[in-house]
């Protein structure tokens, strides 16, 4: 070949060479465009100014804020507290790699009594527990806020929530009226892969869903298709009442007072027993919700009629209807238990008991039941006593709790815990008078559902953020 033709050849090359340039170049810009999510600019398929479109950056217009649920300091002992807040992000496809937050602690005058800051990512879809622990201050608080910093929160991202393959089970309470531990075991569900840097957060509620107590702890690792035991404790407890109960529905309650010659022993002036068994019976009174109602029925030898006070809200007049409560002088004055029990059922079956609320009478007694008499054979001792149980057995198939006191030795003990009592633990002897006030104490707390807790575990989620 010439070097002629070979020079022409050559410069045929380099001219397709360059056409193809020409043409490719345009088609590459077409398919590969230049980035614009960081030039400052509103330009390509952006939505707003670097954000939106092809951006991973999602414009503040599109997204909405987390949602505070609510924020709260939790007493722990020695003047120190824990701030827990359960924040929402409602955003499905949308989160923030690192949101810096403060919690404020706010007293009655709207004065910060302390202030802690972190930092939390906020995964779409998915719920945090934002968690401070050891905070000391002093002062009453009036609140808890919660704030996220504003430069943090224009800066949402495309992200997804991946499914969680983290499951709990064998959650458990206890010592809820010492020390307080909640144990649980983590399961990774994975069966190929560990997981590993994990946080986790306890939170408590009582029976309302109000939260009483927060707490975190982290695992490293979790081997595959593997399980991992996890506690929480804290140093209070978190029942309110000593015996580790507190009414989670109304009670209605007829007291059932006992009036008879017994209960004035010596001519004392106020009579005794009487007046000494009175005061402590508002001891109970006393103790009542505002939701419970309250009233009372005295008896010897027939139940007042009408009751010393119908089944109401109104405590103090309650308690002035035990304060009036007095022995009749006129004529022999015997101990009509069974008339009593009836009469007070009878109240509590009336338009003035609440449907949702218990039914509960606490029955006080110092001698032994000898009216009403045998109709057919009055020489039947046996038949107060029997008229009782008959009466207290219809009341216990009726939802009726009978809490049964004697009060002093002359009194059939055997009677009034078998079978007027519920059962005999609702039986309760006050050797004196001045023994009663703890008795009625004791049944006022007894008489509430045992306290009731929620538990929840939040498992702080990762998201995956597009770059």
Known sequence: MEWSQKRKILYTLVFAGI??????????????????????????????????????????????????????????????????????????????????????????????????????????????????????FSGTVDHVEVSFNTEDLASWTKAFTPHSLLATKNQNLKNVDSKPRFDAVLVNIDPVKELANLALGAIIYDALRHPIAVS?????????????????????????????????????TMLVFDRSGSMDIGGKNPPEPLETAKKAATTYVDAADIVDKVGIVSFATTPSSPVDHELSLSHESVRGAIAAIFINKNGTQNTNLGDALKTAIEELRSVRHAKEAKKVIVALTDGVANRPLDPINQKNGAYAEEYASEIAKGARADGVQIYAIGLGKGINEAFLGNRIASDPSRYFNAPTAEDLQNVYKNISETVCKPENFITEIIITPRAVFEE
């Open 19 to 136: 056409i193809i340039l020409l043409v490719s170049y345009p088609v590459y810009q077409l398919t590969h465009p230049v980035p614009t999510c960081f030039d400052k600019k509103q330009n390509g398929s952006e939505v707003g100014v670097d954000c939106g479109g092809a951006c991973a950056r999602v414009c503040t217009t599109d997204v909405k804020l987390p949602r505070v649920v609510w924020a709260k300091a939790f007493y722990l002992d020695g003047g120190t507290y824990d701030l827990g807040a359960y924040v929402e992000n409602p955003n499905t496809s949308a989160g923030v790699k690192n949101a810096r937050y403060t919690m404020r602690v706010l007293g009655n005058n709207g004065n910060v009594l302390a202030e802690k800051s972190g930092s939390t990512e906020l995964a779409p879809a998915s719920s945090i527990l934002l968690f401070e622990t050891g905070v000391s």
């Open 216 to 252: 975190k702890t982290y695992v490293d690792r979790i081997p595959k298709s593997g399980e991992q035991n996890i506690f929480f404790t804290w140093p209070s407890r978190f029942t309110k009442r000593s015996t580790g109960g507190i009414c989670t529905s109304p009670v209605d």
